[in-house]
């Protein structure tokens, strides 16, 4: 197993005390596969990522274990995670534009990891930064190996950021919503960029997003969070196909359906966002909530891998 993630808690730090943000989330991602995590803004994607790469707010505090290739990644020091960040485990920022420094050209911020952990001179990671830009299909790589961020659209700059992710061929890319504000077509030319990169250098990516769709075609499995915990995990096919949670069964009827009436609105999951201090999160929200939910749910682990943590759902698979 690559990557296993065993009862990871994240508390960040607010006026008077600690929220938790992330709740005893486990999942395992296995060398050449690929892992998707989908929810609402808030429900935890985020900082689980950042978890990984141990990149949280100063005066988070951690719990659980992050083993990558065999190593507890919460329990490095600073420099110990500073050597395998850009090397073995990379990501991909889901605003380029904020991720890329703007005083620096392209070709050079490419550059950087082959300089910083392959100990490259200058000469050569600049002529094998040329090389990864056009690997991500970039059009006139030498032109754009000496631009500057602003002068790239951004699909271009998304595409610098996984060129510079990929530069020394990690084990693990964490993609963060890699698309977000790239129109519908520049959105799946990336995701297939991506996808013939992990095929060609069997790569692992936990591709981390709101989008249903994206998941489904990107992802041999998914986890649902909500409220900084899991409510459902498993193969797509199971989990968005034969969803089994109400807050999944929720997020997949709100979404827009071709040859729906013009003008007619969208399906709304009631009530504020939110997670419930004990029990299930997405308990205050739920039209099926019993006062057996206001305990922490169990995992029903059904066929395939399949496990859904509801008090409604049965052994044999049914939600009542």
Not at 79 to 95: I, K
Not at 270 to 280: E, K, N, S, T, V
């Amino acid at each position: 197993m690559l990557l296993g993630v065993e009862n990871l808690s994240v508390d960040l730090p607010v006026a008077g005390g600690f929220k938790r943000v992330v709740r005893d989330v486990s999942f395992a991602l296995a060398e050449g596969q690929s892992l998707g995590m989908v929810g609402e803004s808030g429900s935890g994607k985020t900082i689980t990522a950042l978890a990984i790469m141990g990149l949280l707010p100063e005066g988070a505090l951690v719990s659980g274990a992050i083993r990558f290739e065999g190593r507890d990644l919460a329990t490095l020091s600073e420099a110990q995670m500073q050597s395998l960040r850009g090397d073995r485990v990379a990501m991909v920022f889901q605003e380029p534009m904020s991720a890329l420094n703007p005083l620096h050209r392209i070709g050079d911020q490419v550059a950087e990891p082959l300089r910083l952990h392959r100990g490259y001179s200058r000469a050569c990671a600049g002529a094998e930064a040329v090389k990864l830009l056009e690997r991500v299909r970039l059009r006139d790589p030498d032109r754009l190996a000496r631009a500057y961020p602003f002068a790239l659209s951004g699909g271009e700059r998304q595409r610098a950021m996984i060129a510079m992710a990929l530069a020394c061929g990690p084990k693990l890319l964490i993609a963060d919503e890699p698309t977000t504000a790239l129109d519908v077509t520049v959105q799946a030319g990336i995701l297939d960029l991506l996808a013939v990169l992990a095929r060609e250098s069997g790569l692992s990516i936990l591709l981390v997003s709101h989008d249903l769709a994206v998941i489904a075609r990107h992802c041999r499995r998914v986890l649902v969070m909500y409220g900084g915990a899991v409510m459902e995990e498993g193969p797509v096919e199971a989990v968005l196909g034969q969803a089994l949670h109400p807050y999944t069964r929720a997020l997949l009827a709100a979404r827009p359906r071709l040859g729906a009436q013009r003008g007619a609105r969208l399906a709304a999951i009631p009530g504020a966002y939110g997670a419930a201090a004990q029990g299930c999160a997405f308990a205050p929200r739920c039209p099926l909530a019993l006062p057996a939910c206001g305990r922490e749910p169990p995992a029903v682990a059904l066929d395939n891998g399949h496990i859904v943590r509801c008090v409604r759902v049965t052994s044999d698979g049914r939600l009542t």
